[in-house]
Structure formats: C-alpha cells, structure tokens
C-alpha cells in the first residue's frame, strides 16, 4: 500500500500556471509507476499523465500535450504536474494515483491500486 496526499490546487485564471503536487509514503516510491487524473463534474475520471519509476518513460492525454509536464523526485517521494496554459476545460479534480509495477505506463485507472483525495483546481475564463 502506498498513501497518497495531493497539493497545490486553486483557482486560477486562463493561461496561468499551477504545479500539483502528490507525496506518497508507505511502499516504496520508486517501486511505482505514478499517474495524474481529473474528474469535472458531471464527467467520468480521465487520464493526464504518468510517468514510469525512472522518469524515463512518460504519457500524456492528447488534450494537455506540450502544456502539461510530470515529473518525480524519488528522494523526496513527490510526484509533480506542471500545468501551463490552463483552460477552462482543465478543471476538475485531480488526483494522483500509485501502480505497484515501476515499469509499465498506464494511460487506464483500473491499473492503478491507490489513490489519493484529489485536489481541485478551477481555471476562470
């Protein structure tokens, strides 16, 4: 089991930046594959990103490619998503999610074990 704590979410203006933040504690982080997922209301959880344990291999969603960068810092068991660009449509709840192979990428959330309580972020146009 690997517990999860997201941060940095807010209200922001179109075109404005946020960077979230997802500190993990109990097995070990590197042994993980790490995701990012939003939910909007009314809509069903979506795929944003994720990134193998090395950093090395990484996913994006179409929809934020080349405004949306993961990355982790294994020393401190801290995945990151900076988000550039922001749009309306980015809002949502996003939460970080933990897979328990440190290999495989996955774009789909049934392949992820943990989950943490989400963070929200709201872009005003």
């Known amino acids: 089991q690997v517990q999860l704590v997201e941060s940095g979410g807010g209200l922001v203006q179109a075109g404005d930046s946020l960077r979230l933040s997802c500190a993990a504690s109990?097995?070990?982080?590197?042994?993980?594959?790490m995701g990012w997922f939003r939910q909007a209301p009314g809509k069903e959880r979506e795929f944003v990103a994720t990134?193998?344990?090395?950093?090395?291999?990484?996913s994006y969603a179409d929809s934020v490619k080349g405004r949306f960068t993961i990355s982790r810092d294994n020393a401190k068991n801290t995945v990151y998503l900076q988000m550039s660009s922001l749009k309306p449509e980015d809002t949502g709840v996003y939460y970080c999610a933990a897979r328990g192979d440190p290999y495989a990428i996955s774009t789909s959330a049934s392949r992820y074990d943990n989950w943490g309580q989400g963070t929200q972020v709201t872009v005003s146009s």
């Open positions: 990134i193998n344990w090395s950093g090395r291999s990484t």
């Open positions: 109990g097995r070990t982080f590197s042994r993980n594959t």
